[in-house]
């Protein structure tokens, strides 16, 4: 029987029924108060559902008021003041006895303030981390028996000696010897001239009577290095990094059998390592690396002691007429022999490093390292002031006649020969870290633009890489911990 028109409504027979039964409820007293009380239940249920709404409401649009408030006044704060943040910053984290050594190179060159942030704009918005990736290198099949080309050493020759030793100036009792030495801005001026001189270069030691300043090597490992031609070296102080040993199964017998793998270690690092599971063994290898511990370390700051090996190879392996540096971070997926053969012997060059993967111009370095808090800003300030006013220039990446693909340089590895050209400007660009900040990438370009700009008729040959073929032939890997910056 059907129950509905077509219109929706009931048919008779349907609502008589219900009719009939609702009528008998009425009619009972049992059915009267189940009535009432679904009535007044369903009262009270839209009466507290539409409070609880009502509350909710009130709710998010407080929280969205505050939150709109407090963007619009960070906004206006940070349109109005843009770097007071980080210039405070490097204020209080600059100390004393720094200040005071800036301030007279500041005074000496006549410069004026710091560099602010302002000066460059606004620091470019923060994006995601874009990824890297390695590209093709043209390494011959094999590195058996491979020897110097005949005519490869045919660079710009001089006579290069260093500072040894340096005495007290005057009868002033302020004198404390130092690594780096005490090198005026004189001496540093005529310093960048290719020519037969002595040169500041590290390692300087004080008159008899005074401490050592630093970098002390056992005997027995000044002699083992002595005697290396080619070397690979690397460097951990202060429990920075975990030991990554080469590849070995990537790596020739023929460069095994010649090339010296040596990693310097502090006495920290090494009981760390040894720690775990890492302990030379009755050679003092961990794999194919020499282990050479350094005892006195010439800096507080771990970062410039890294610089002392990463610079100063030809200083410790005085014999040597090729040197690769690696940093810790990395470990080495390529034949040394290759590598030499790839970036020197085939480019015609005495020095090989690889550009920066994002960054090309200084001005963006020095944003980034006072964005990352990598140094102290105040100080970073006072390096650039002195670089600009040297003639330091931005980086233009349309120029077809820059001198380098960029001013910026990935210096995780660094392929040298041991030349009098790449020498001194290896002993160069150690002074400015040891001068200024220890952040190198800051003072590359400088560097080497002031090298060549003073010796027109002396070239320098260096030969910057792209950075994906230096992914190419090592694997990265993060820091165990990352050294607070000075």
Not at 174 to 198: C, D, I, V, W
Not at 278 to 305: A, C, F, Q
């Amino acid at each position: 029987m059907a129950l509905y028109r077509n219109n929706g409504e009931l048919l008779t027979e349907r609502r008589g029924i219900i009719d009939a039964v609702v009528n008998s409820l009425g009619k009972s007293d049992h059915g009267s108060r189940i009535l009432r009380r679904g009535r007044r239940l369903g009262r009270i249920t839209k009466h507290r559902l539409s409070r609880w709404l009502l509350l909710l409401t009130a709710l998010f649009s407080f929280y969205f008021t505050v939150c709109g408030l407090k963007m619009f006044v960070h906004a206006k704060m940070e349109s109005r003041f843009p770097a007071t943040h980080s210039i405070r910053e490097g204020l209080n984290l600059h100390s004393k006895h720094e200040e005071l050594n800036l301030h007279s190179i500041h005074k000496e060159l006549n410069l004026q303030e710091t560099v602010s942030l302002s000066e460059f704009g606004k620091p470019p918005p923060k994006s995601k981390r874009r990824k890297h990736f390695p590209c093709e290198v043209e390494f011959l099949k094999s590195a058996d028996g491979l020897a110097e080309p005949k005519n490869y050493m045919n660079f710009t020759w001089f006579s290069l000696d260093y500072v040894k030793q340096e005495g007290k100036t005057s009868d002033s009792g302020l004198f404390e010897p130092r690594f780096g030495g005490h090198q005026t801005l004189e001496e540093r001026e005529k310093s960048f001239y290719a020519k037969n001189q002595m040169v500041h270069c590290g390692f300087v030691k004080g008159s008899p009577g005074y401490s050592s300043t630093g970098f002390d090597l056992d005997e027995k490992d000044k002699a083992y290095m002595s005697k290396c031609k080619i070397a690979v070296s690397s460097c951990i102080f202060g429990s920075s990094d975990f030991l990554r040993r080469p590849t070995s199964r990537l790596i020739s017998q023929y460069s095994k059998n010649n090339v010296c793998f040596v990693m310097f270690l502090d006495e920290q690092t090494l009981s760390k390592l040894s720690s775990e599971g890492n302990s030379p063994d009755e050679r003092g290898h961990i794999g194919l690396w020499k282990v050479v511990v350094v005892k006195n370390l010439p800096y507080k700051d771990m970062r410039r002691t890294g610089k002392v090996p990463k610079f100063l190879a030809h200083r410790l392996f005085p014999n040597s007429r090729y040197s690769i540096w690696l940093d810790s971070k990395m470990r080495l997926n390529a034949d040394p022999m290759l590598i030499i053969e790839y970036f020197l012997w085939r480019r015609n060059a005495e020095f090989a490093i690889s550009n920066h993967y994002d960054r090309h111009c200084v001005w963006d370095e020095v944003l980034q390292n006072k964005r990352l808090n990598k140094y102290n800003h105040t100080a970073i300030d006072q390096q650039f002031k002195v670089y600009q006013s040297d003639g330091l220039t931005k980086f233009d990446p349309s120029n077809p006649n820059n001198p380098l693909p960029s001013y910026v340089p990935e210096g995780s590895l660094i392929i040298r020969a041991h030349t009098p050209m790449s020498n001194l400007f290896s002993c160069l660009w150690f002074n400015e870290v040891d001068r200024f900040t220890s952040r190198d990438q800051l003072s590359f370009a400088y560097t080497y633009l002031k090298l060549r700009r003073m010796n027109p008729e002396r070239p320098f040959q260096l030969y910057m890489f792209k950075d994906c073929e230096r992914r190419a032939l090592v694997k990265l890997f993060q820091h165990r911990t990352i050294p607070s910056p000075p």
